[in-house]
């Protein structure tokens, strides 16, 4: 039993999306997840992250096509706002199951 | 505690966050002390002054102080929709107030109210836009600023004393509060350069 449960949970950690595992992304994605858009200030001022990591992390969520980066001049300033594609919700929402089904297999065993 | 209950007390974690600034609390607390005081002095036309100078230096206080800071966000639709309606039920309940204030003291009864409270009446309309506020935007401080604003109306009923002291005391707890979030806010919030504006 405790074999075959084993396997099952490394099969289920192996799933998980990496790019999304990543806890500095994770927090980026949750919170772009539950509002329409933020800006990019607004998601460092949320999660704490630096500047140029928080600038690395969301190259490459927008490069994965997870994140939408819409750049506009504000009064004559850049100014840089963010959402999430369609596919980032789908791939955090599939993302969020595959965790829950893998805690709930782990917690039935 | 499931997914979805955890993404909505994180949705519900950003937006108290949006409101952490104080400049709210310091503007609409700072006007009714200024509105309260003016009474006391007899000037009475400062509930006319005062509230639209406080409408318009809102936004610009939030752009000047809290975005550089906070940022900008704009929440999903469901809290857009509920934000909204919310404070149109506050505005109209708001001008029905004052409207129905207006209107029993214009022609010089309070059939409704017993006539002991008559000097604290200001304060409870008050009171009720400040548990409108507290409903509509989910801020339980605004609440504690409306029961603020009972207890000054009872206080200022039972002296029959001046109107004016109950707005002023009133205003000037939620001012107070406004002013000490107000540098909290700034004492833990840097101004931040967004990297990707560069």
Same mark, same amino acid.
């Given at each position: 039993?405790?074999?075959?449960?084993?396997?099952?949970?490394?099969?289920?950690?192996? +799933?998980?999306?990496?790019?999304?595992?990543?806890?500095?992304?994770?927090?980026?994605?949750?919170?772009? *997840?539950?509002?329409? $858009?933020a800006?990019f200030?607004?998601?460092?001022?949320?999660t704490?992250i +630096?500047?140029?990591?928080?600038s690395?992390?969301?190259k490459?969520?927008? +490069?994965?096509?997870?994140?939408t980066?819409r750049?506009?001049?504000d $009064?004559?300033?850049?100014?840089?706002?963010?959402?999430?594609?369609?596919?980032?919700?789908?791939r955090? $929402?599939? *993302?969020?199951?595959?965790?829950?089904?893998m805690?709930?297999?782990?917690?039935?065993? | 505690?499931?997914?979805?209950?955890? @993404?909505? =007390? %994180?949705?519900?974690?950003?937006?108290q966050?949006?409101?952490?600034?104080?400049v709210l609390?310091?503007?609409?607390?700072?006007? %009714? @002390?200024?509105?309260?005081?003016?009474?006391?002095?007899g000037?009475v036309?400062?509930?006319?002054?005062?509230?639209p100078?406080?409408?318009v230096?809102?936004p610009?206080?939030?752009?000047?102080?809290t975005?550089?800071r906070?940022?900008?966000?704009?929440?999903? =639709?469901?809290?857009?929709?509920?934000?909204?309606?919310?404070m149109?039920?506050?505005?109209?309940?708001?001008?029905?107030?004052?409207?129905?204030f207006?209107?029993?003291?214009?022609?010089?009864?309070?059939?409704?109210?017993?006539?002991?409270?008559?000097?604290?009446?200001?304060? @409870?309309?008050?009171a009720?836009?400040?548990?409108?506020?507290?409903?509509?935007?989910?801020?339980?401080?605004?609440?504690l600023?409306?029961i603020?604003?009972?207890?000054?109306?009872?206080v200022?009923?039972?002296?029959? =004393?001046?109107?004016?002291? /109950?707005?002023?005391?009133?205003?000037?707890?939620? /001012? /107070?509060?406004?002013?000490?979030?107000?540098?909290?806010?700034?004492?833990?919030f840097?101004?931040?350069?967004?990297?990707?504006?560069?």
């Amino acid at each position: 039993m405790t074999i075959r449960a084993t396997r099952v949970d490394a099969q289920a950690i192996a +799933s998980l999306d990496r790019t999304l595992h990543e806890p500095a992304r994770l927090g980026v994605i949750a919170c772009l *997840y539950v509002v329409d $858009e933020a800006d990019f200030v607004f998601l460092q001022s949320q999660t704490g992250i +630096s500047g140029g990591n928080l600038s690395s992390h969301l190259k490459r969520l927008a +490069s994965e096509g997870c994140v939408t980066v819409r750049k506009e001049f504000d $009064e004559g300033k850049p100014h840089t706002t963010l959402s999430l594609t369609a596919d980032g919700r789908a791939r955090f $929402e599939a *993302y969020l199951r595959t965790l829950h089904d893998m805690l709930g297999a782990l917690k039935a065993e | 505690m499931g997914a979805r209950s955890e @993404l909505a =007390a %994180t949705e519900a974690r950003v937006f108290q966050a949006y409101w952490q600034d104080g400049v709210l609390d310091l503007l609409a607390g700072g006007s %009714t @002390l200024l509105i309260g005081l003016g009474w006391l002095a007899g000037f009475v036309l400062a509930s006319v002054v005062v509230p639209p100078l406080a409408i318009v230096s809102w936004p610009i206080l939030r752009q000047r102080i809290t975005h550089p800071r906070l940022g900008r966000v704009r929440f999903n =639709a469901h809290r857009r929709f509920r934000m909204r309606h919310g404070m149109i039920a506050v505005l109209s309940l708001g001008v029905l107030l004052f409207g129905f204030f207006a209107l029993h003291f214009g022609v010089g009864h309070l059939p409704p109210f017993p006539r002991w409270l008559a000097p604290g009446i200001p304060a @409870l309309l008050l009171a009720a836009l400040a548990l409108s506020a507290a409903e509509a935007l989910r801020l339980a401080r605004f609440a504690l600023y409306g029961i603020g604003f009972i207890a000054a109306a009872l206080v200022v009923s039972g002296l029959d =004393a001046d109107p004016g002291w /109950a707005l002023a005391g009133g205003g000037a707890i939620a /001012a /107070a509060n406004g002013a000490r979030m107000l540098v909290a806010f700034l004492r833990d919030f840097p101004m931040l350069a967004a990297e990707m504006d560069k």
